[in-house]
């Protein structure tokens, strides 16, 4: 049974760094397509950075939204079978409830759609406030 379980959520100030972490059973999350999302209060669901299947030589493309280029980065833990989402320089417009989700499929494509992941978990709260 595939489950996804966040943590690291918090409150941070303006311009500080926090690192959520996803820890994945039920698959070698390695070789499936997996991602961050976010939900701020009164908008929709959207794609931060999501991460395609590893090919055993090299670690899969990664996508990122813009809002987020420069300042997050995505990263895997295969012997921990753990997803991170290192988070620097947070602004107040990063404040919101990030989800782990996987589409558990095997691809090269870093896709980042909501609609097409089929297992998340169910969230930390990032706060991003002075």
């Known amino acids: 049974q595939v489950q996804l379980v966040e943590s690291g959520g918090g409150l941070v100030q303006p311009g500080g760094s926090l690192r959520l972490s996803c820890a994945a059973s039920g698959f070698d999350l390695r070789y499936y397509r997996i991602g961050w999302f976010r939900q701020a209060p009164g908008k929709e669901r959207e794609g931060v950075s999501c991460?395609?299947?590893?090919?055993?030589?090299?670690?899969?493309?990664?996508y990122y939204v813009d809002a987020v280029k420069g300042r997050f980065t995505i990263s895997r833990d295969s012997a921990k079978n753990t997803l991170y989402l290192q988070m620097n320089s947070l602004k107040p417009e990063d404040t919101a409830v990030y989800y782990c989700?996987?589409?558990?499929?095997?691809?090269?494509?870093?896709?980042?759609?909501?609609?097409?992941?089929?297992?998340w978990g169910k969230g930390t709260l990032v706060t991003v406030s002075s």
């Open positions: 991460i395609a299947s590893n090919d055993n030589i090299r670690e899969g493309r990664s």
């Open positions: 989700a996987t589409d558990v499929l095997i691809t090269p494509d870093a896709d980042c759609n909501s609609s097409a992941m089929k297992y």
